[in-house]
């Protein structure tokens, strides 16, 4: 059952991924002149942005797998030459990193073909050009890491390493704002469409990957196979290069940058300001577990060294909110700008289930092996549950409220609708919360090498599921109190009373919710976890 669901789902974002391109694609080609050059530029935009991912995809796997995986220690005492385990790590890593990249770009590629009505040369040079671009990337993520544990210290390689991936996140997004989408669907821009078609025209660097990558398929889809191979051939030259240089690299430096990975870690941040004194209003046993579970999130650098990625995130939020151009659209101002605001509400939201996701769900499991040790102390599985909640709720509480208020004063909004975020948002972030640990609870994983990874898993989809489903439940049951209530502000009307109680109604409804989303599944997380345990 639990395949039968998450195939069910994946074919369906498969699915609607490939019904999207298509309709896309075929719009395109539908316009003159300039058509298809919107679709090539579409396609290049596509190959950076995949190439990126797979990048930092790449990066984090191969880390993981090459350095911090628990059983290298018994396989480098194996009789086995250290690049040889290398590459087979490295191949290991390569599929890893790379596999669901390519599920999900395959619409977009097949999509080409059936619009381009391309033969069977099209879909093998797809097929070169992924395969090229997968191993292009774990190589060089390889080579960086690698090269990385050598110089830097061993104690503070996962901290930089999490930077570096923040740095690919930041140049993810700059290279989208250099491709300038908003060129496909703007030209007013332009003095003219000279201007404008030139600056759809502009070629990338004949130095990247992904350039040949382009060139290939374009060659391909304008018709002429040999060149299309011929571009291919280029990348796969380069690929079969850098897989002989990376096992050369690793023969020279692997084993070394291993051995340093096993001495002592050092703490970057100092803990002396956590302690029993700073939480003394608190019982013993819950000030105990509290003090116990904030320690532990520091003393992990791949955890808090992620609340700089979070702060870029929030910022990039903010920043579309500031740059949205409302005054162009045919929408009258006020109703747009209650309108954004009332659907940021939901986006914000989902925005904090993936943050949540990443930080609160896998609590439980990272306990590890030393959950014997919480369930054999006086406290009850059910105030463990809770001190987790709350060591978690407040800070995604004030996550979730800074979104929420200045983007609302950056749409300027009525204080109908401030409000109403805010209150909104209030009561929702516990129950999604509660469902991160509820569920977290519910399906631990204590022997994940990486306990965020858990959020992938059976409970991580069904989490996933539940909270978007309870966010949209909420939206909708909103949604027509809230558009009354508006419409009667802006045009100076009262509503009747028959309006008042449909409104009262619907908002006690999404209070009941609110409250059943607290209180089931951590009742639910308490009980698997206690039968998980005795």
Known sequence: MKLLLISTIGLVFWAGLFAVSLRVLSYFKGIEDIGDILALKLLSMMLIISFVLLIFSSIL?????????????????????????????????????????????????ISYGIVYRSGFFFYLDIFLVLMSLSITASALSSILVMSAVIV???????????????????????AIRFLRPELLVDPEIFDS????????????????????????????????????????????????????????????????????????????????????????????????????????????????SQLFLIAALVVIYIYNFNVLPIEKSPIKTIYLQNLLSFLNMGLALFVLTAITGRFAYPAVSSERNAFWIVKSSPGTIKKFLWVKFFIYYF????????????????????????????????????????????????????????????????????????????????????????????????????LSILKWVWITVSFSIAFTLSILAIILPMNFGEKKLSKLST
């Open 61 to 109: 796997t191969s880390l993981s797998k090459l350095y911090l995986s628990r059983d290298l220690l018994l396989v480098h005492s194996l009789p086995v030459s250290s690049h040889k385990i290398f590459t087979a790590r490295w191949i290991d890593s390569t599929i890893d990193s790379s596999w669901m990249v390519i599920i999900y770009t395959l619409p977009v590629f």
């Open 152 to 174: 830097i210290p061993a104690s503070r390689m996962r901290s930089v390493f999490i930077f570096i991936s923040l740095f690919f996140f930041v140049a993810l997004y700059i």
């Open 193 to 304: 469409i000279l201007v404008y078609i030139t600056a759809l025209k502009t070629p990338s660097s004949p130095f990247l990957p992904t350039t040949w990558a382009f060139d290939s398929i374009k060659a391909i889809l304008s018709g002429s196979v040999a060149d299309g191979m011929f571009h291919a051939g280029i990348s796969l030259s380069f690929t079969g290069t850098l897989v002989f240089a990376i096992i050369i690299v690793a023969d020279s430096i692997y084993f070394k940058g291993f051995s340093k990975t096993q001495s002592a870690q050092v703490r970057l941040i100092k803990q002396s300001w956590i302690g029993s004194n700073f939480f003394k209003f608190l019982p013993a046993q819950v000030r105990a577990l509290a003090v116990k579970e904030i320690k532990t999130f520091f003393r992990d650098q791949t955890q808090w």
């Open 395 to 494: 800070p995604l509480l004030i996550l979730a409220e800074i979104l929420i208020i200045v983007t609302n004063i950056l749409l300027n909004v009525t204080i109908f609708m401030m409000i109403l975020s805010i209150v909104t948002v209030f009561f929702l972030v516990p129950g999604i919360v509660a469902m991160g640990i509820g569920l977290g609870a519910a399906y631990p994983d204590f022997k994940a090498e990486n306990p965020t990874q858990t959020v992938t898993s059976f409970g991580g989809l069904i989490f996933m599921i539940l909270c978007a489903g309870y966010i949209g439940i909420v939206i909708v049951i909103e949604a027509g109190p809230v558009y009354s209530i508006l419409m009667a502000d802006i045009n100076g009307q009262t």
